[in-house]
């Protein structure tokens, strides 16, 4: 039966992880909002269709194919490559956090993932700890840095947003001033309004 003390650090753990997954929707949701700007979307078909996306590599893509579109348009998506990487990067700290379990190892209570974990859970149950050895593990303040990466991330994110949109915003008023500004069409070979142009004979 765990001990008091060790049920407060298991209940650290989960908060910090928790915390660390709220940190990451704000990321998503800035997802969302990039989508809305790149394809002209009403806000919620946007939200609906991404929803609809279960894998956030598959959303990123998505947006990265479309971002495609506008490299020649908007100096703001130069910065978008390095961004891209990052958030690749961090959706794999994410599911680290996502796909784990609290475990009291060597003394010591932390976090492992899933899947970066280098022996299966019945090796490490079967086996003494000091032949299994420690596998790849978080601790609480591990778990807290990263949450304030994805806080972070979700900011740029979010400034890469409002950028992308105020350069939109300015080449829409540039072209409608020049559409405004261009010469009407030449009139010149159309006949008044309410006039008719005789017609030809067919007779010789």
Not at 1 to 21: E, F, R, V, W, Y
Not at 87 to 95: E, F, G, Q
Not at 138 to 149: F, Q
């Amino acid at each position: 039966m765990p001990t008091s003390s060790t049920k407060a650090l298991t209940d650290t753990i989960h908060q910090a992880i928790g915390n660390a997954l709220d940190a990451w929707s704000r990321v998503e949701h800035s997802l969302e909002s990039l989508f809305v700007a790149l394809t002209s979307a009403d806000v919620w078909d946007a939200h609906l269709i991404m929803a609809s996306i279960v894998s956030f590599d598959a959303r990123l893509k998505i947006c990265n194919t479309l971002m495609g579109r506008h490299r020649k348009n908007f100096k703001t998506v130069e910065r978008w490559d390095a961004l891209y990487n990052k958030l690749d990067r961090k959706y794999r700290k994410r599911s680290e956090l996502a796909h784990g379990s609290v475990v009291q190892l060597n003394d010591k209570t932390v976090w492992i993932p899933y899947y970066s974990t280098g022996q299966s859970m019945r090796e490490m149950v079967l086996k003494p700890p000091e032949e299994v050895g420690l596998p790849p593990h978080l601790s609480t303040k591990e778990i807290e840095e990263r949450a304030l990466g994805f806080r972070k991330l979700a900011g740029a994110l979010s400034d890469f947003n409002l950028d992308l949109r105020a350069e939109q915003e300015q080449l829409r008023a540039s072209r409608a001033q020049e559409a405004d500004q261009a010469p009407p069409p030449d009139q010149s070979d159309r006949s008044p309004k309410g006039s008719r142009r005789p017609r030809r004979s067919s007779r010789v």
